[in-house]
Nanobody, 126 residues
Framework: QVQLVESGGGLAQAGGSLRLDCAASGRSISTYIMGWFRQAPGKEREFVAGISWNGGTTYYLDSVKGRFTISRDNGKNTVYLQMNSLKPEDTAVYYC???????????????????WGQGTQVTVSS
């Protein structure tokens, strides 16, 4: 079993920055695809960013490209989401998740992720 715990959320002003951390325990995440998703009030959960097991390949939701950066430190068993130039529409609960599939084609598919964190709230004011 693996446990994922997100932290780093909070209140930011438009144009500001936050860094989300996802700390994993129970087993190493070093062989797995990892992803970040978000869910705003009244909206479906959506893929935000994903990263291959060694960090060599990343994918992003179009609306966050150039603003958000996903990274990982397998030695610390941690995944990060650096969020810059925040906008009010980025307001959501952000979730970290682990994908046990081999193929990167599944990276944006929430149904392929086996473990999820509890989420951390990000609120961006104008």
């Amino acid at each position: 079993q693996v446990q994922l715990v997100e932290s780093g959320g909070g209140l930011a002003q438009a144009g500001g920055s936050l860094r989300l951390d996802c700390a994993a325990s129970g087993r190493s995440i070093s062989t797995y695809i990892m992803g970040w998703f978000r869910q705003a009030p009244g909206k479906e959960r959506e893929f935000v960013a994903g990263i291959s097991w060694n960090g060599g390949t990343t994918y992003y939701l179009d609306s966050v490209k150039g603003r958000f950066t996903i990274s990982r430190d397998n030695g610390k068993n941690t995944v990060y989401l650096q969020m810059n130039s925040l906008k009010p529409e980025d307001t959501a609960v952000y979730y970290c998740a682990l994908n046990s599939q081999i193929h990167l084609a599944t990276i944006s598919l929430p149904g392929k992720y086996d473990y999820w964190g509890q989420g951390t709230q990000v609120t961006v004011s104008s």
